[in-house]
């Protein structure tokens, strides 16, 4: 069985600070790794994803992941926050046979 | 544009009558998934459909049908809804390959309440 525990369920920054989101995973096989992000009353968009390649993981708006298969963490980051950097976001672990799980989601406010 | 549509966005309904949220993808993808975001609780899953004709139960299928007649629709349906059955609900939608790291493309959701 396979599992996601996102270690915050909520996270504050101050604008131009770096952002460090925690997610720990559990499983079985050898899996893929995502993150998503939801903004206010919207769907969930594909930030990043972990596919066995390259350990360090760029996504879209400036954020990355490192996947470290020893700590059995995909933690995301930022180097410097933005106040439309504010949504909730979500780990995603999923095997090869399309089993997604999903963490409980990190709810990121972004202070001026 | 690529795209997952769900009908209707929002929707207020009572205990017992029955309703359908449709969901369609034209991205002539293989799998397709429905699943409800609750607080605290992430997304769960309710149904998935490896392909036409072929569905299985998530975590969350209790007074959930499922039918996928057709490869880019899969619709939900609940034939006796409840109030715990108020949550919001995604449809999603991938390509099924190898080694599993196809991402799922979600709809935008409909918000389900059930008095």
């Known amino acids: 069985a396979q599992s996601v525990t996102q270690l915050d369920s909520h996270v504050s920054v101050s604008e131009g600070t770096p952002v460090l989101l925690r997610c720990n995973y559990s499983s079985s096989y050898s899996p893929s790794l995502f993150w998503y992000v939801q903004h206010p009353n919207k769907g969930l968009q594909l930030l990043l994803k972990y596919t066995s390649a390259a350990t360090l993981v760029k996504g879209i708006n400036g954020f990355e992941a490192e996947f470290k298969k020893s700590e059995t963490s995909f933690h995301l980051t930022k180097p410097s926050a933005h106040m439309s950097d504010a949504a909730e976001y979500f780990c995603v672990v999923k095997n090869n046979n399309n089993d997604m799980r999903f963490g409980a989601g990190t709810r990121l406010t972004v202070k001026p | ?115």
């Not at chain 2, 975001?37 to 998530?58: A, C, F, H, W």
Request: net charge positive; aromatic share 10%; hydrophobic share 30%.
């Open chain 2, 1 to 115: 544009e690529a795209q997952v549509t769900q009908n209707p966005r929002y929707l207020i309904t009572v205990t017992g009558k029955k309703l359908t949220v449709t969901c369609s993808q034209n991205m002539n993808h293989e799998y397709m998934s429905w699943y409800r975001q609750d607080p605290g609780l992430g997304l769960r899953q309710i149904y998935y459909s490896m392909n036409v004709e072929v569905t299985d139960k998530g975590d969350v299928p209790e007074g959930y049908k499922v039918s996928r007649k057709e490869k880019r629709n899969f619709p939900l349906i609940l034939e006796s809804p409840s109030p715990n059955q108020t949550s919001l609900y995604f449809c999603a939608s991938s390509l099924l390959g190898t080694g599993g790291s196809n991402e799922q493309f979600f709809g935008p959701g409909t918000r389900l309440t059930v008095l």
